[in-house]
């Protein structure tokens, strides 16, 4: 079992910046032995994969909605991964989840959150002006 700490949500006009952070803890939490994945659920709708990483060797994938605008990264010795956000848009807002796997994430399951054992809480997004 992990524990999470997620935070860096709040509210933000379109076109700004936020960076997400999620923090693991637990037996085998290294994020070098996981599959690190950020999820978006917009209000009403499923949720979505946003972004992972893997740990083995670093393979990063992205949604098509968010390449270009947002970057996944970790830091091991915090064991912290990273959702830096840019240019944010209205269709951004929602809640972040955090997810964990120790599975390598392969190109056509990253982004269903069935690949994911560990959940963390979510941390809302609000983009509005």
């Known amino acids: 079992q992990y524990q999470f700490v997620v935070s860096g949500g709040g509210l933000v006009q379109p076109g700004g910046s936020l960076r997400l952070s999620c923090t693991l803890s637990?037996?085998?939490?290294?994020?070098?032995?996981?599959?690190i994945g950020w999820f978006h659920q917009a209000p009403g709708k499923e949720r979505e994969g946003v972004s992972c990483?893997?740990?083995?060797?670093?393979?990063?994938f992205y949604a098509e909605s968010v390449k270009d605008r947002f970057t996944i990264s970790r830091d091991n010795a915090k064991n912290t991964v990273y959702l830096q956000m840019k240019n944010l848009k209205p269709e951004d807002t929602g809640d972040y989840y955090c997810?964990?796997?120790?599975?390598?994430?392969?190109?056509?399951?990253?982004?269903?959150?069935?690949?994911?054992?560990?959940w963390g809480a979510g941390t809302q997004v609000t983009v509005s002006s």
């Open positions: 990483i893997s740990g083995r060797d670093n393979t990063t």
């Open positions: 997810a964990a796997d120790r599975k390598w994430p392969y190109s056509d399951i990253w982004y269903k959150p069935r690949f994911y054992d560990y």
């Open positions: 637990g037996p085998r939490s290294s994020l070098d032995r996981n599959t």
